[in-house]
């Protein structure tokens, strides 16, 4: 039988900004071509181990701070312990204690409730085999896929493709269907990963880097805190995935 689940927490974490430049610097990643994700999540790891919020999504960048939303399943105060037991403390000092905070997500969404979102996803297929355009299991942006497979004659809207993507995912994960999409922004963004061999290194990898809004409908309430806490897409750990709700109205198209 499978462990009930705790509610969901979405905590806000403040980090220093020349903190995570050191950290970048540490683990020989090139500042200039490092994604913020990647950073920021080697710093989550540092300061709160696998308690660390994932999904996660970078909220501000000020002068001396960078802000962090993210979902755990324990509040900011278990955190802050877990922290202060274990953490290194040169974590321990890259954090804003003073204005970490949490709070509880309803524990239960009525099916057929229409929520307003905001979410940063990286929307990527892999391929189940070899063509020639790509090998077997690579990771391809869903949007260069499908030009692939409808060929160059025909024009594809992006905008379209990654609707049908993000549809895609919320069937596979069930809880929630899409009712209305809008891509805001969009860029080809380089994700540096390190490695796992003796001597890590740094692989810079291309990815899309896609910021939607739109408005879901719940179809089931304990699969949609399910996809809350899971988040969608693939590199959630590093800054993609993380559902935003909102009210309709502001979520609206």
């Keep these: 039988m499978e462990p009930e689940l705790g509610p969901v927490h979405m905590v806000r974490v ?14 020989r990643l090139p500042l200039r071509d490092s994604d913020d994700g990647y950073i920021v999540h080697a710093m989550l790891k540092g300061l709160f181990g696998d308690l660390a919020p994932k999904p996660f ?12 939303l993210g979902y755990t399943e324990v509040s900011h105060e278990a955190l802050s312990d877990w922290a202060q037991a274990y953490a290194d403390p040169w974590f321990h000092g890259a954090c804003d204690w003073e204005n970490l905070s949490s709070k509880e997500l309803p524990t239960s969404f009525a099916p057929g409730r229409r ?12 391929k189940a085999k070899d063509s020639e355009f790509a090998r077997r299991g690579a990771e391809v942006d869903a949007f260069l896929d499908h030009c692939w497979r409808v060929g160059p004659d025909v024009a594809v809207a992006r905008a379209d493709v990654y609707r049908g993507w993000l549809a895609g ?15 805001e922004g969009f860029r080809r963004l380089r994700l540096l990963r390190r490695t796992q061999e003796e001597q890590r290194r740094s692989r810079g990898v291309e990815r899309p880097d896609v910021f939607v809004k739109g408005v879901l409908e719940v179809t089931e309430s304990e699969a949609f805190g399910a996809l809350l806490r899971r988040g969608l897409g693939r590199h959630r750990s590093f800054g993609f995935g993380m559902l935003l709700l909102r009210p309709v109205e502001q979520g609206r198209c």
């Design 14 to 27: 403040a980090v220093r900004a020349d903190r995570l430049a050191e950290l970048a610097r540490r683990l």
């Design 57 to 68: 999504a970078v909220q501000e960048t000020r002068a001396r701070w960078v802000s962090v």
């Design 115 to 126: 929520l307003g979102f905001a979410l940063r996803m990286c929307p990527v297929v892999r």
């Design 169 to 183: 995912e919320l069937g596979r994960r069930g809880g929630a269907t899409l009712v209305e999409f809008q891509m």
